[in-house]
């Protein structure tokens, strides 16, 4: 899954370089009435937007990849941004030259067919200082979106950007609640900054299983997270229970340093369901979109339940009948018809854990 997100990834960079370096061939040279030296005919203008793309693309998804593997990711968020278009800019730099020694030995050896196929070493022109500027742009521009997309979700983003919610709307949803064992004990052991340090160390081990699971994070309220999912892709291959099963194999193979840090492991308890919610787009200056249903308070109430009735994992008669059992790697067991806190009819009830 991991290795599939990173295809992604580099698929979007290169479709956004591509994208961006065609818009400069375009006003650097589709506008003039003479071509470039360098160009045999306009598709050599095509050529070298795809080549562009496909070049800086690369380097883009590799200065991705670096600074999320790397110490740079704990930097204030600034830090990422300069060594990513530093990067960039040294690679873009690297090719220049590389190229411009290859087309020099092209030119020796009078093999014109070499020196016009490489239609890139117009960063070498000069031109040059105008690509490097609109390289930083176009760089932290990309880098703007990601971040975007990282505090909203991708999926939000770009809805919110087609104003799919602007106007209320139905939708079938399945929400899984994550919170903290007795948090209200820790928070006063460990004091209010030593506490949200915690939190922090917490919920970042949750951001690769969500992606994994295709999901989103809905909303962090302090010690719990609230995690979404359109409902025909939620429960797919058992999605809304690994996150909560995954992230529990992350904090323990973190134990030492929880240990270290805070002389416990933090445990978590959860419960899902799904069923019709209302989504809008909520806010002026600060935007969001909302989820308005009976859903979100049954599902708080269904986690209320996990201590009283000694589970880790509950989840609802609704969602169970709606899982892919054949090959489930967890073990669902029937609790009975519930009476939840302030609803007036019971709901049934399912224990989940993983099988042996």
């Known amino acids: 899954m991991r290795a599939s997100r990173q295809a992604k990834k580099l698929l979007f960079a290169i479709l956004a370089w591509a994208i961006a370096m065609a818009s400069f061939v375009f006003f650097r040279y589709a506008q003039s009435p003479e071509l470039p030296q360098w160009a045999v005919g306009s598709a050599d203008l095509a050529t070298l937007a795809i080549y562009m793309g496909i070049i800086f693309g690369s380097l883009h998804w590799l200065s991705n990849l670096i600074a999320d593997f790397s110490a740079i990711s704990r930097l204030p968020y600034i830090f990422s941004v300069i060594f990513k278009g530093l990067f960039l800019l040294l690679g873009a730099t690297t090719l220049a030259y590389i190229t411009q020694y290859l087309n020099m030995w092209a030119i020796e050896n009078h093999t014109a067919t070499i020196r016009q196929m490489l239609t890139v070493h117009i960063v070498y022109s000069p031109s040059f200082q105008a690509l490097m500027v609109y390289l930083v742009v176009v760089r932290v521009g990309l880098a703007f979106i990601e971040q975007m997309a990282l505090l909203v979700g991708p999926r939000v983003l770009l809805n ?20 903290m064992v007795a948090s209200t004990a820790h928070a006063e052991s460990l004091g209010d900054y030593r506490f949200s340090r915690l939190i922090q160390d917490s919920f ?5 299983t969500v992606a994994n699971n295709e999901a989103e994070i809905y909303r962090y309220m302090g010690d719990a997270v609230f995690i979404h999912w359109p409902l025909e892709k939620g429960v797919v291959e058992d999605r809304c229970m690994n996150i909560y099963f995954e992230f529990s194999q992350q904090l323990n193979w973190q134990r030492k340093y929880f240990e270290e840090q805070y002389g416990f492991v933090p445990k978590f308890k959860a419960a899902a369901h799904c069923g019709q919610v209302v989504a809008a787009v909520v806010g002026v200056q600060k935007q969001e979109i909302s989820f308005f ?3 979100i308070n049954t599902l708080a109430r269904l986690q209320d ?11 609802s008669g609704s969602l169970a009948s709606r899982l892919e059992n054949d090959n489930s790697q967890y073990q669902l ?20 854990s993983p099988k042996a």
């Open 305 to 315: 339940q996990c201590n009283p009735l000694g589970q880790r994992m509950l989840i």
């Open 160 to 179: 919110i950007g087609m104003g799919k919610y602007h106007k209320p709307r139905y939708e079938q949803s399945l929400f899984l609640y994550i919170d």
């Open 204 to 208: 970042s081990l949750l951001s690769d």
């Open 333 to 352: 067991a029937n609790l009975g018809p519930i009476k939840l806190k302030g609803k007036q009819h019971s709901i049934e009830v399912f224990g989940v």
């Open 293 to 295: 249903s009976d859903v």
